[in-house]
């Protein structure tokens, strides 16, 4: 087996995709727990990506992309005509679901341009139009998501090689953010696809994983993800990462990103930017990991990022045990860092430093 092929097989997915109905592991439950929740229409996907059963930028682009798809398969069961208009308006419903991570909004416009080219062929003219667009849209939905699977090989090879060649070490101590492996991508992730690919060249000596308050991607998913392939993995409260580096137990942070600014500026999960800040402090490379997908190059840069607030619930609540007083919360559940805390961000396509 070839090291691609390897870490390829290894990885778990997010999603079972189907005709009429998508299943989504349950990512809520997790680790105590395999569920999967079926979504047979666009809002079932819309209540999915918002209460996080499914979550990670690429993740829910995908997720959201076969949204489009079930949107064009309940208009067709009530023989009505999949236009634009209505596939546009479900476009709506599924971005406003969680608004920082670009992927969603990317994906669903992807799924859109599909839908307005096929309008504009002969074929829209038959009978079963409304089939045939149907199945252009899976087919459209499954090809975002091999892609995904793509570019995060490529996203991993050239960290990796950039990595050896700039910070050349027998084996490394990498600390990551959050969760950014295969239950938030298509494939086998971003940082944690340069992780995998650390280890599956030997390079990997230990994985610091934080926690990730409030909702626990880090303990929860991360610490999770690589035990289940024997990936060593060690976990940390948040707070610590800062007495690791200053300790040395750290070499390199790798992080993924929600949506990247034209001038570079990261928005990631809340906590990064201490994270960045820290490594900084303690002459630490910062690297981000992100496909072109979450590039939003409309954005000048960091302060337009829209970052989306959560409940109060998720931090005075755990498992849905009160751990705090009813007082009042502040909930952002993303940060942004500036690009001059960021020695490099790598992609599918380039490397930006
Ligand atoms: O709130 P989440 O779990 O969707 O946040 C996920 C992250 O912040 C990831 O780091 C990010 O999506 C990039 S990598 C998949």
Not at 32 to 61: F, L, Q
Not at 65 to 86: D, M, S
Not at 262 to 272: E, H, I, L, R, Y
Not at 274 to 280: P, Y
Request: proline fraction near 4%; charged fraction near 25%.
């Amino acid at each position: 087996m070839t090291a691609k092929e390897n870490i390829t097989m290894t990885r778990l997915s997010f999603i079972k995709p189907a005709k009429e109905k998508i299943e989504l592991l349950n990512q809520k439950l997790l680790p105590h727990k395999m569920e999967y929740v079926t979504c047979r229409t666009a809002s079932d996907v819309a209540k999915a990506i918002k209460n996080m059963v499914v979550r990670g930028a690429p993740a829910i682009g995908i997720t959201a992309a076969y949204g489009i798809y079930l949107a064009a398969c309940e208009a067709h069961k009530k023989n009505k005509k999949p236009t634009v208009e209505y596939l546009k308006k479900q476009k709506q419903l599924l971005d406003a679901t969680r608004p920082t991570a670009v992927n969603l909004s990317w994906a669903t416009q992807e799924m859109l341009n599909t839908a307005t080219a096929f309008w504009a062929t002969e074929a829209a003219k038959a009978k079963d139009a409304a089939a045939a667009l149907v199945a252009k849209l899976y087919e459209k939905a499954g090809q975002i998501h091999e892609d995904d699977a793509e570019r995060c090989l490529k996203m991993a090879q050239n960290a990796v090689r950039h990595l050896l060649a700039g910070y050349p070490k027998e084996k490394y101590n990498i600390l990551t953010h959050c969760n950014t492996g295969s239950l938030a991508t298509g494939g086998i992730g971003t940082a944690l696809g340069v992780i995998r690919l650390l280890q599956e060249k030997g390079k990997l000596n230990m994985v610091y994983a934080t926690e990730t308050r409030p909702y626990l991607q880090g303990a929860r998913i991360t610490a999770w993800e690589l035990q289940r392939e024997k990936i060593p993995v060690t976990l940390t409260v948040d707070a610590q990462a800062g007495f690791l580096m200053q300790k040395k137990m750290v070499d390199a942070v790798f992080v993924g990103a929600d949506r990247v600014a034209a001038n570079g500026d990261v928005a990631n999960k809340v906590g990064t930017f201490t994270l960045a800040v820290l490594a900084r402090a303690h002459r630490i490379p910062f690297f981000v990991v992100a496909p072109r997908s979450t590039f939003d190059t409309t954005l000048e840069s960091g302060d337009k990022i829209v970052v989306e607030e959560r409940d109060a619930s998720e931090v005075l609540e755990i498992a849905g045990r009160p751990i705090a007083p009813k007082v009042p919360v502040v909930n952002f559940s993303f940060d942004i860092t500036p690009h001059n805390y960021i020695t490099a961000i790598f992609s599918e396509e380039e490397t930006l430093e």
